[in-house]
């Protein structure tokens, strides 16, 4: 190629959590460093997200007096994956990520010392299934995230560049040495792609993540626009194995909802979920870690059925999930209405005897604080809410269908080591080549671990790859200059 050529010793690709990562750690080594953002701003589905990370063994954790180790946390990563993940890239990523986190503090993230009963107020939560907190949640969730990282990216004078879709890598022999960026050659000693995942791209969910469109009609994606799947196409040019085949995050959601639960609001506390056979099945506030496995392994649908009581209570200024949109959706006939639980098991295709035995058993447990069946209120009391609900006796009475439908990150990503070096098929590190955050695949397994577990990822690995690839290359001189 006869154009223009810049060197620098890093080129990094995208500008979200695994991108900024590596961009900062990279520099911090003393390399010159760029980054290319194919969208008008930084942040990524990292800036959308609520920055919820998980790790172990933190000064947020030890200031509350939680006693946790990387090792507790390798057991119950690879556990809740069923040991298909690689054990050691998995230590490596749960032994870096509380240094990770004390490195996010100490560039400015503000994540304080307090219970967090949900993902949106600043301090530890307990989001997933795990027997410790684990979940970080920082001041201004994933906006305040990629705000520090960005001031730390400006404050060592690395250059972002925006609206620069780059989908082509320089390579010799084997070795890459660079990209082509809006038609300019620039050279680097490395390349770190921290492109996102695929969501955004139909053709590529279909070929990588098949399962997400059981969900027909009513799947929708709420990551960032530029999830396109571009680190696939860019590992492609160099034989890159591909790992984490139709894996990722489906969260449970309605028929009717189109939002992210900011703005579609949440379902009525008081509700409770069953399978075809009309049975309760699943605790209703079960982790995203595990509630779309439980449903898949019923079906892959319920109904969540609840009274006029809990329409009314819910709360104004939702987009989905307000007592008029229900009563809206249930006269387009999208949600069951009926006078008596009779009609609608009828209505829904249940058996009515099991439906009548199931709310009967629900009001004379929950509205009273127990769940001996599901253990509901355990789940209630770690998210700080009440435990007592309502009885189901209140008619109308509404089925509304609940599936996983909620599309949010993909796991499919480029084969990466310890190192987050870019794997080819044969198991070979490509020279030159690093991947992190969704991009980089085979830390984001089968099951959500977390929450958090994504945006843990991100920066984690993304820090690695950063620091391995300015490590790699050296400071080069006369790197960072034009040609
Ligand atoms: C609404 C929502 C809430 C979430 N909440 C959480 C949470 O609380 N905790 C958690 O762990 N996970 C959460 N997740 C998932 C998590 O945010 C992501 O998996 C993670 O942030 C991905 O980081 P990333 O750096 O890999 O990708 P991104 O943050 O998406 O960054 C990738 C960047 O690369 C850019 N890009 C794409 N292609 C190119 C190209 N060819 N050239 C240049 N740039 C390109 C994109 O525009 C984007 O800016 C959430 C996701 C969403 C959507």
Redesign the pocket.
């Known amino acids: 190629m006869s154009g223009p050529q810049v060197e620098y010793d890093v080129v990094v ?7 900024l990562a590596a961009a900062v750690s990279a520099a911090e080594t003393g390399a010159s460093v760029i980054l ?4 008008g701003e ?13 790790a172990a063994g933190t000064s947020v954790q030890r200031e509350l007096g939680i006693a946790d180790t990387a090792e507790r946390f390798f057991q119950h990563y690879m556990d809740l994956n069923h040991w298909m993940l690689k054990p050691g890239l998995i230590q490596t990523f749960c032994r870096h990520a509380a240094p990770t986190l004390e490195w996010l503090i100490g560039l400015g993230v503000e994540v304080p010392a307090r219970i967090s009963g949900n ?1 949106h107020m600043p301090g530890l939560c307990q989001a997933g299934v795990e027997d410790v907190w684990r979940g970080h949640v920082p001041k201004d969730q ?1 906006y305040g995230l990629v705000q520090v990282l960005d001031r730390a990216r400006r404050g060592h004078g690395v250059d972002a560049v925006l609206h ?4 082509e890598l320089l390579h010799d022999d084997g070795r890459v040495v660079g990209v082509i960026a809006d038609d300019v050659e620039v050279r680097a000693g490395a390349v770190v792609v ?4 695929l969501a955004q791209d139909r053709e590529l969910v279909e070929r990588h993540y098949p399962t997400a469109l059981r969900a027909g009609g009513s799947l929708f994606v ?7 799947g ?1 680190h696939l196409r860019l590992g492609d040019q160099v034989g890159s194995g591909i790992v984490g085949q139709d894996w990722g ?1 489906m969260l449970p959601t309605a028929s009717f909802v189109r939002f ?1 639960h900011w703005q579609a609001g949440f379902p009525p506390p008081s509700r409770l979920y069953i399978d075809r056979s009309g049975r309760r099945f699943m605790d209703e506030d079960a982790s995203y870690a595990v509630s779309t496995g439980i449903i898949d392994a019923h079906g892959g649908k319920c109904w969540a059925v609840f009274d006029e009581r809990a329409r009314l209570a819910l709360p104004p200024g939702y987009a989905d999930w307000s007592a008029e949109n229900v009563a809206a959706e249930a006269d387009a006939g999208r949600v069951v209405r009926a006078a008596t639980l009779d009609e609608l098991a009828s209505l829904c295709g249940v058996p009515a005897g099991h439906l009548r035995r199931t709310v009967d058993r629900w009001n004379a447990q929950l509205p009273n604080g127990v769940d001996e069946d599901f253990l509901r209120h355990n789940t209630l009391a770690a998210k700080g809410g009440k435990s007592s609900l309502s009885p189901i006796a209140e008619a109308p009475y509404y089925a509304v269908r609940v599936l996983p439908a909620e599309l ?2 993909t796991h499919a990503g480029l084969e990466i080591n310890e190192a987050a070096a870019v794997l080819d098929e044969s198991g070979t590190p490509v020279p030159g080549l690093y991947a ?4 980089g695949g085979g830390v984001l397994g089968l099951r959500y671990v ?7 990822n ?1 920066l984690t690995m ?1 820090r690695i790859a950063g620091r391995n690839a300015a490590q790699r290359t050296g400071a080069r001189a006369g790197a960072g200059t034009t040609t």
């Open positions: 690709l995208g500008g979200g959590g695994a991108g290319f953002e194919s969208e930084l942040g990524g589905s990292t800036q959308l997200s609520a920055g919820l990370f998980t993902a994933g620069t879709r780059v989908q921290a492109t996102g995942g709420v990551a960032a626009p530029g999830s396109r571009d995050l992210h949010v990150c992190a955050g969704e991009a977390g929450g958090g577990n994504a945006v843990a991100a993304g």
